[in-house]
């Protein structure tokens, strides 16, 4: 009876399935990871390039000609980089240009202002420039940045309204600019084969797109961004193709190489949270689209910064239905594990039934008594196993922490640990198992984890929380202490769980514990207590 409720509590385990992903992206996923790790290089390569040129910048004072082509080079460095820094080196060069009296260099200025309105999404201005601008006074690799310049403008004025109506004369025009700038570009060259590449894509000719894309990479001096950005154009022709893998493979191939360049203007990393979205991949939809909404934000890009909000609203919605799942699922596993804790406490009394039955026997057969001791023996240290596995069960009543996602884990390890020795009667090494449990570190551990994820999303929050107290009344941790009882219960409430019993559910301490602390740290502080938790609840995340 006791062995078929074991055997029916543990199956009731059930299996998670673990899912091995091998597919020809996972090297580029490898590599991207990689390249977020040491993003930070990457960007001080840029920084170093910038402060050389400013530097020089600076020194040129009287010679406003070379002031003008170190300008030129700044505003490069900065225009995919950091839209109001470009800016600025934009009206700069556009000064110098006036002073200069050169109307080549001043249509040039007009020209590179164009240019980061259009990526920063401030269309009118971008064509109000645009429109300022004299193309007969450009020359011919000039002219081509125009025409093409006129071209990305209608088709991303097109792309960002959705309009039925007007968005077919927007592409239009586009695509009539884009066979203008083909008349200036080198036959064969990188300028000429995106052209025709963005006009594939305008007319829906997507044989023609993706064989382009091939010529491309077989460029000789092809440079890293523009790789960047053929891959981007290539991963939409293979998304209208259905061809969804191979589309993420190139959002891959362009979003390393954006990372490698220190380039924040882009849209690879955002459309590729969307395909880990649709895929189901949550993880990494989450770290793209944080990715992402951090380069928008410091590139000032305000129109990827609303299409960016709609997808990660999207995510967060997701992730917080899939941890309540989890959560759900906890409580089911929880109660599993108490059944079967109970059902070992069944077997322990089966055994103290038999343990004073064998010392009956002892006394009376006197021939076995050697036999009898020695299983009595075994059968005492198994009985002090099982009381150790009841003090286990009485642990596994207090364990209950949202968000602990490991703990189904180690469940399933000890349904498939537990099989073997039980179909084979070995109690005592069923036991062992039972006693690794040990729930008050588990605890420690989560508690632990706890204070580093909510210090990493509220890195002031010891510091905003001491304001609140006078100097010798502020909270002061050891260095190998992240936070305390008291710190940790405000945490919770600046999460917005402010119910004392779920408080001290969380934490493992009564509800009159859980008052008592907070009136004590009430007491001490210089706002009034009813203001007190609201004054919690301002102190801003990251």
């Known amino acids: 009876m006791v062995k078929f ?52 910048f600076h020194s040129a004072k009287g010679n406003d000609a070379a002031r003008f082509e170190l300008g030129l080079r700044i505003y490069d460095e900065y225009k995919a980089f950091k839209y109001d820094s470009a800016f600025v080196y934009s009206q700069k060069i556009s000064r110098l240009a006036e002073r200069l009296d050169n109307p080549e260099k001043t249509e040039v200025a007009k020209l590179k202002l164009a240019f980061i309105l259009l990526s920063s999404g401030l269309f009118k201005e971008t064509f109000e420039t645009l429109e300022s601008v004299r193309p007969a006074r450009l020359r011919a690799p000039d002219k081509l940045d125009f025409y093409f310049l006129q071209a990305r403008a209608y088709s991303d004025l097109g792309d960002f309204n959705q309009d039925a ?73 293979y998304t209208l193709l259905g061809r969804d893998d191979r589309a993420f493979e190139l959002l891959l191939t362009s979003a390393i190489a954006d990372v490698k360049t220190a380039t924040k203007e882009t849209v690879a990393m955002f459309q590729l949270s969307n395909y880990c979205y649709q895929r189901g991949d949550l993880e990494n939809a989450y770290t793209f689209i944080k990715e992402a909404r951090a380069q928008a934000a410091f590139y000032k890009a305000r129109q990827r910064q609303i299409e960016i909000s709609h997808v990660s609203s999207l995510i967060e919605s997701r992730k917080i239905n899939i941890i309540e799942r989890q959560r759900k699922s906890l409580r089911v596993y929880a109660l599993l594990v108490t059944l079967l804790a109970l059902a070992v406490i069944g077997f322990a009394g089966l055994t103290f039934r038999q343990v004073r039955r064998l010392r009956r026997a002892g006394r009376l057969i006197s021939a ?65 198992l039972a006693d690794g449990l040990n729930i008050k570190r588990e605890r420690q551990e989560l508690l632990r984890g706890f204070d580093t994820v909510f210090l990493r999303l509220f890195p002031r929050f010891i ?38 019993e779920q408080i001290s559910r ?34 801003p995340a990251v």
């Open 5 to 56: 409720l074991l055997l029916l509590c543990v199956c009731f385990l059930g299996v998670w399935p673990a899912w091995a992903a091998v597919s020809p992206a996972d090297s580029l996923l490898a590599e991207l990871r990689t390249a977020l790790a040491h993003q930070h290089e990457y960007d001080a390569q840029r920084w170093n390039r910038i402060t050389v040129l400013t530097d020089a």
């Open 165 to 237: 109506v007007y968005r077919p004369a927007y592409h239009a025009r586009a695509l009539a600019y884009a066979d203008t700038a083909l008349q200036f570009a080198r036959p064969g060259s990188y300028e000429q084969l995106s052209m025709q590449q963005f006009r594939a894509v305008k007319t829906r000719n997507l044989a023609r797109g993706a064989a382009l894309y091939h010529q491309l990479r077989r460029l000789p001096d092809l440079s890293l961004h523009q790789l960047a950005v053929s891959a981007s154009t290539a991963a939409y022709i």
């Open 368 to 432: 076995t008594n050697g036999q009898l001791h020695a299983r009595n023996e075994e059968l005492r240290q198994l009985n002090h196993g099982l009381q150790e596995a009841n003090r286990i069960k009485e642990e596994y009543l207090a364990y209950y922490f949202h968000n602990n996602s490991r703990y189904i884990d180690k469940l399933e390890g000890l349904k498939k640990a537990l099989d073997a020795p039980l179909a084979g009667k070995q109690y005592a090494a069923a036991q062992k």
């Open 463 to 500: 510091e905003q929380f001491n304001a609140l107290f006078r100097a010798e009344d502020s909270f002061q941790l050891p260095d190998d202490q992240l936070l305390n009882t008291e710190l940790r219960i405000f945490a919770l409430i600046r999460l917005g769980i402010t119910d004392s």
């Open 506 to 539: 969380m934490l493992g301490y009564s509800i009159n514990t859980i008052y008592t602390y907070k009136t004590r740290v009430k007491s001490r502080a210089l706002v009034p207590n009813e203001e007190f938790e609201a004054r919690i609840q301002a102190i």
